[in-house]
């Protein structure tokens, strides 16, 4: 078992690659009562071409099949596991995203018993003809409840006017007509897959004896037969630059019309430390260019154009990116010609002056000391980083050590003329 110290942050953790390939991270948090284990797969909603375990041909599954594997793992031939996990006092859940699929609990007493139960149902599928059958109806409800969400619709229109051909264009749970190509056998495929502990990560952090923790997960997974681990093959459509839709409306029943805007990345082969400071560096950008103290939003505010529904977001993973504008505002046009100007306008007029990088960066990282007290932020957020290469706990030392040159580089990967699409959400009489 390795230990990583992190001195700025007061921070040690505990790491072992077992002989399966499984990769175990505790991280004992003084001063908790409570502990929050996540189990993760390196699987998400994107991953829909892939080479099959032992199979030399690639094949593309049903839309919506990770979300749906997700559902299906949690029903047992002797029951529901949720009810496992209730007996031992935990609560459990899991979500899947474009990129990961995670099982988790937390507790305060009974660690061994729940994460036992959590490696249990996670490494022993169950899938029959008849449960997936049914797990359609209940799926297609969802989607369809989401479908009646404008803030939802809002968000993945905009993804969708953003890629032409890339997965990530695609609602995580597929759609109401996908799922119903789902069968068991496509299941166990996608399972055999992406659920080898090799590509998978057990963290667990809180009230927790480290060495002890090891130590039972270690002979937990010695009492288990694993296939021999094979490099997952998974395939991509290209895709260009250039925004696929450049502007799209949608009408809905809202009260007041919603905007957003989004950017495409025009460089997304970034991994490791590249795309930490690329991910840190547009955060700060748009801090600086739409946050509560810019120039931006004062002149929004004072007129109206925005209310508390106004965000901004940067996203990035191995394949793609995006940043995202917008809010609710009656008055739409008005909105989206002020955040044109604003990203225009920076592109001459560079709005980041070296105080404002100092005080910027000592904001974000009070932030992320403040996210450190959360133990589910820490469990969730170290997976993400460890599947892009990168380490949660240098998230300090990078925003310590960012140039003004590496925000514009960031800048200027999402701020090009051709990447930018508009999605509005409008209520019938505006239409």
Not at 82 to 111: P, V
Not at 258 to 283: D, F, P, R, V, Y
Not at 338 to 354: F, M, S
């Amino acid at each position: 078992m390795k230990e990583v110290n992190f001195d700025q942050l007061q921070e040690k953790i505990y790491t072992e690659t077992l002989d399966n390939g499984l990769k175990v991270v505790i991280l004992p948090k003084r001063g908790f009562s409570k502990t929050f284990v996540t189990f993760t797969t390196k699987y998400g909603s994107i991953d829909r071409t892939f080479k099959p375990h032992g199979k030399d041909e690639f094949i593309t599954v049903p839309d919506g099949i990770a979300h749906f594997l997700e559902h299906k793992m949690f029903e047992k031939e002797d029951g529901d596991v949720f009810q496992k996990f209730s007996l031992n006092g935990a609560s459990a859940n899991a979500y899947t995203t474009f990129g990961r699929t995670a099982y988790l609990f937390s507790a305060t007493n009974k660690l061994k018993e729940n994460t036992k139960v959590l490696l249990d149902f996670v490494q022993q599928p169950y899938f029959t003809k008849q449960t997936v059958d049914k797990e359609k109806g209940i799926i297609a409800q969802e989607i369809t409840m989401y479908d009646d969400q404008p803030d939802w619709r809002l968000y993945f229109g905009t993804i969708e006017n953003l890629y032409e051909n890339h997965p990530v264009k695609i609602d995580i749970a597929g759609t109401v007509e996908s799922i119903q190509d789902i069968t068991a056998e496509h299941l166990y495929t996608c399972y055999e897959t992406f659920y080898h502990p090799s590509n998978m990560l057990l963290f667990i952090v809180g009230a927790v004896n480290p060495e002890e923790m090891m130590a039972f997960v270690k002979e937990d997974q010695a009492q288990k037969s694993f296939d021999k681990p094979e490099a997952i093959e998974r395939q991509f459509p290209s895709e260009s630059k250039e925004v696929d839709v450049p502007e799209r409306t949608l009408t809905m029943d809202v009260s007041k019309p919603k905007l957003n805007i989004g950017m495409k990345c025009t460089e997304t082969n970034l991994q490791g430390q590249e795309m930490l400071e690329t991910e840190l560096s547009a955060n700060l950008v748009l801090d600086s260019l739409f946050g509560r103290t810019s120039a931006f939003y004062e002149k929004a505010n004072a007129e109206g154009l925005v209310d508390e529904s106004f965000s901004y977001e940067f996203s990035m993973e191995e394949g793609y990116g995006f940043a995202m504008v917008g809010s609710d505002t009656d008055e739409p046009e008005r909105l989206e010609k002020l955040i044109r100007h604003t990203i225009k306008d920076a592109k001459t007029n560079w709005p980041v002056q070296d105080e404002d990088l100092d005080r910027m960066r000592r904001k974000k990282i009070g932030q992320f000391m403040r996210s450190l007290n959360s133990i589910e932020f820490i469990a969730n957020q170290y997976t993400r980083y460890e599947f892009n290469e990168m380490n949660l706990f240098d998230v300090v030392p990078t925003l310590e050590n960012l140039s003004m040159d590496k925000l514009k580089q960031a800048f200027a990967t999402f701020s090009d003329d051709d990447s930018y699409t508009i999605f509005k959400v409008m209520p019938p009489k505006a239409q």
